[in-house]
C-alpha cells in the first residue's frame, strides 16, 4: 500500500510536469457519468509553465526523489518509461473523478477514477505486461475498450483515445435474517464484474447521460485557472431510500444543487473560488431567511496574542424552521419535543445566531519529544492551549427552558442565575458557564474570566481581519506557529525532511463565505505560503518531493527490518494478517 502511495505521488508530479494542455476543450466529460459527486480537473500547461519559470524541470525532481541504489534505479527507469513510452498523450487534462453507490442491501460502493489521453493502445499494453506485478495479467476485450484487472479492487482500461485507470471499493455489512434472527453473511461479490460494468457504461453511455451535458460544469471553464473542481449533491439521493423514515420534499431539497471551484496557484498563495447553486427550493430558503455577518467583537476580546484557529459564523436561527416547514415535518418534531415540554421554536430560537470558536496558545511542554534513559519516547502529555466557544443567548425563554432540562439530566449545576458543567462534563475537562445573555465553553476558568470581562485584547493580522470582516462564515488557522508550537524540541517522528519543510512552506489559511446572492453562495479560500515571492505551485512541489523522499527512506527502513527479522522472506500467514 505505501509502495503505491509514493508510487502515485510520482505520477501525479510528472503530468504536472510534462503534460501541455492544447486545448479548453473538455471532451473527456463525455466519459465522466452524470451522477459522479466529485470532479477535479488539472490544467497541466498551466502548471508546467509556473514550474519552468520557477526553475523545477523533471531531471531536478526526480534526482532529489530518486537516489543511486538498486531499489532507486530500477523504479526511475520505471518511472521514466511511463511517461516516454507508455502511449500515454501527456498533451491531454487530466480528470480525476468519483461516485457512490448505494445497493439494496444497504451496502455502498465507491468508484475512484482518473482519465487521460491515449495516443498508442499497443505500447500501453505493452508496458502494463512489462511490469514484474502484472505481466500474468490478462488483457481482455470488449466490443468498445480492453482492460486488465491489476489487482482486487483496481482496473485499467482503454480505447484508442482515453486511458482510466479506476479504484473500486464495495462495502458490505451483516444482514439481519428476521425469520432466524441471526446476521447472514453478506453474499459473495464479484468485483471484476463490477469494475467492468462502470468501464462500459464510462465508454459507452449518451451525452445526454454523461457530464458533457452538465450546463454548470461546462461554464466552470470559462474562467481561467490551474484546476477545476466540481461536486453535486445528487449522488446521495440513492441513500434516501434507505431511511428508515421518508422525509416529504426531502428529495426535492436535496437534489441538483452543484457547486464549482477554481484553484489558482498565485505568488505566495494558493486561491480556491466557489461558486454554489441551489436549486429553486433550497434558493427560496435562503432568501427569505438572509443571514447576518459575523460578529467581530466576538473575536476582538479573546485574550491572547497568539491565536492560532478562528471560526466565525452568523445565521439567521429562523432557517431552521423555515426548513422544517418545507419538509413537512414541523409537527411531527413539535408532537415529539412536547413530552419533554419542548418545541422545535425552543430549539432553534435559543441561541441567537452567532458562533465563535477560537483557539490559542497551542504548545507542548518543554520536555515533550525528550527520550527516558531507556531511548524510549518521553510519557505522552497533553498540549497546552486556550479555547473558547461562545454563543449569545437569542429567545431567553427558550434558553433558560433548555438550560433546565439539562439541569434536570444531571449534565448541568445551577448556581444562581449561572448554568455550570455537571460532574460528567468537569470529568471531560469542559469548563461551562451560561446565563440568560451568554453560552461559554472554555478551556479554563481564566480565559473565560478574562474573555466575559472584556479585559484582554486579541492579537490578529489586520489583514486577516479585513478578509474576514462582512462573511456570513469566516475560519483563520496559523499553520506555522501552530507547527511550530507542536513539533518537539527533540524530533523522534519519522518524515523529518517533511516537516522541516512543511515548517518552512505555510503561513495561514483564510476560509471566508458569503450570503446567499439570491442565485448563488460564493465562498474563498486561501493558503499563504511562507515566501511571498516563490510561485505558492513550486513552494508546494518542494514540499511533495520530500515527502516522497522520506517515504522511500521510510519504506526501505522497513525492507530492511523484514530481511533482518526473516532472511528467508515474510511467512504468508503474517503478511495475510
Not at 32 to 47: C, E, F, H, N, T
Not at 320 to 328: A, D, P, T
Request: charge should be neutral; proline fraction near 3%; charged fraction near 25%.
Amino acid at each position: 500500500m505505501k509502495r503505491i502511495s509514493y508510487s502515485a505521488l510520482l505520477i501525479l508530479l510528472t503530468a504536472l510536469l510534462f503534460a501541455a494542455c492544447k486545448s479548453k476543450g473538455v471532451k473527456e466529460a463525455k466519459y465522466i457519468p452524470k451522477d459522479a459527486s466529485v470532479v477535479l480537473v488539472l490544467d497541466p500547461q498551466q502548471l508546467q509553465d509556473k514550474l519552468q519559470k520557477g526553475g523545477i524541470s523533471v531531471d531536478t525532481l526526480l534526482a532529489k526523489v530518486f537516489h543511486k541504489d538498486s531499489i532507486d534505479k530500477k523504479d526511475r527507469e520505471t518511472f521514466n518509461e511511463l511517461r516516454e513510452n507508455a502511449g500515454i498523450n501527456w498533451d491531454n487534462q487530466l480528470f480525476f473523478f468519483m461516485q457512490q453507490k448505494m445497493f439494496a442491501d444497504n451496502s455502498q460502493a465507491t468508484t475512484f477514477s482518473i482519465i487521460g489521453g491515449l495516443k498508442d493502445a499497443a505500447k500501453l499494453q505493452a508496458f502494463l505486461k512489462k511490469q514484474e506485478d502484472l505481466k500474468n495479467k490478462e488483457v481482455k476485450k470488449e466490443k468498445d475498450f480492453s482492460y486488465m484487472v491489476t489487482s482486487e479492487g483496481s482496473m485499467i482500461s482503454w480505447n484508442d483515445d482515453q486511458v482510466i485507470a479506476t479504484v473500486y471499493t464495495h462495502t458490505q455489512k451483516p444482514v439481519f435474517d428476521t425469520t432466524t434472527m441471526s446476521f447472514k453473511k453478506p453474499s459473495h461479490l464479484n468485483t471484476e464484474e463490477e469494475m467492468k460494468k462502470e468501464a462500459t457504461r464510462y465508454f459507452t453511455q449518451k451525452l445526454s447521460e454523461s457530464m458533457a451535458d452538465q450546463q454548470v460544469f461546462a461554464d466552470m471553464f470559462k474562467e481561467k485557472a490551474d484546476g477545476y473542481i466540481y461536486t453535486s449533491a445528487n449522488s446521495s439521493l440513492a441513500a434516501l431510500s434507505m431511511m428508515p423514515l421518508q422525509l416529504p420534499k426531502l428529495e426535492e431539497l436535496i437534489k441538483d444543487n452543484y457547486s464549482v471551484s477554481t484553484l489558482s496557484f498565485e505568488e505566495g498563495k494558493i486561491i480556491a473560488k466557489s461558486t454554489s447553486y441551489t436549486n429553486n427550493l433550497l434558493s427560496s430558503i435562503l432568501k427569505q431567511y438572509a443571514g447576518p455577518t459575523v460578529n467581530m467583537s466576538m473575536l476582538e476580546k479573546y485574550p491572547s496574542d497568539h491565536i492560532n484557529g478562528i471560526m466565525l459564523a452568523s445565521f439567521n436561527p429562523e432557517i431552521f424552521g423555515g426548513i422544517l416547514k418545507q419538509l413537512e415535518v414541523e409537527g411531527l418534531v413539535n408532537s415529539t419535543l412536547e413530552k419533554a415540554g419542548l418545541s422545535s421554536q425552543d430549539l432553534y430560537q435559543s441561541l441567537k445566531g452567532d458562533i465563535a470558536v477560537i483557539i490559542s496558545d497551542l504548545a507542548l511542554p518543554d520536555d515533550a519529544g525528550k527520550k527516558s534513559v531507556e531511548g524510549e519516547p518521553g510519557p505522552h502529555r497533553k498540549p497546552y492551549g486556550k479555547m473558547i466557544f461562545a454563543a449569545p443567548v437569542g429567545n431567553k425563554t427558550s434558553f433558560l427552558k433548555l438550560m433546565d432540562k439539562g439541569v434536570e439530566q444531571g449534565v448541568l449545576v445551577k448556581s444562581g442565575a449561572t448554568y455550570k458543567a455537571g460532574k460528567l462534563l468537569s470529568f471531560l475537562g469542559m469548563y461551562i458557564q451560561a446565563d440568560e445573555k451568554n453560552l461559554i465553553l472554555a478551556s479554563d476558568s481564566l480565559t473565560y474570566t478574562q474573555y466575559i470581562s472584556g479585559t484582554g485584547k486579541s492579537v490578529v493580522n489586520k489583514e486577516v481581519v479585513e478578509k474576514i470582516k462582512g462573511k456570513s462564515t469566516a475560519f483563520y488557522f496559523d499553520i506555522a506557529s501552530t507547527i511550530n508550537g507542536l513539533t518537539p524540541k527533540e524530533n523522534t517522528l519519522g518524515f523529518h525532511q517533511s516537516l522541516t519543510t512543511a515548517r518552512n512552506t505555510f503561513k495561514d489559511i483564510i476560509a471566508t463565505s458569503e450570503n446567499f446572492d439570491g442565485k448563488s453562495v460564493k465562498a474563498t479560500l486561501e493558503v499563504r505560503m511562507q515566501n511571498e515571492k516563490q510561485n505558492s505551485l513550486v513552494t508546494l512541489t518542494s514540499l511533495l518531493t520530500d515527502i516522497a523522499v522520506d517515504m522511500r527512506v521510510q519504506a526501505r527502513r522497513e525492507k530492511e527490518m523484514e530481511e533482518k527479522m526473516f532472511p528467508g522472506g515474510v511467512p504468508g500467514i503474517i503478511r495475510t494478517n
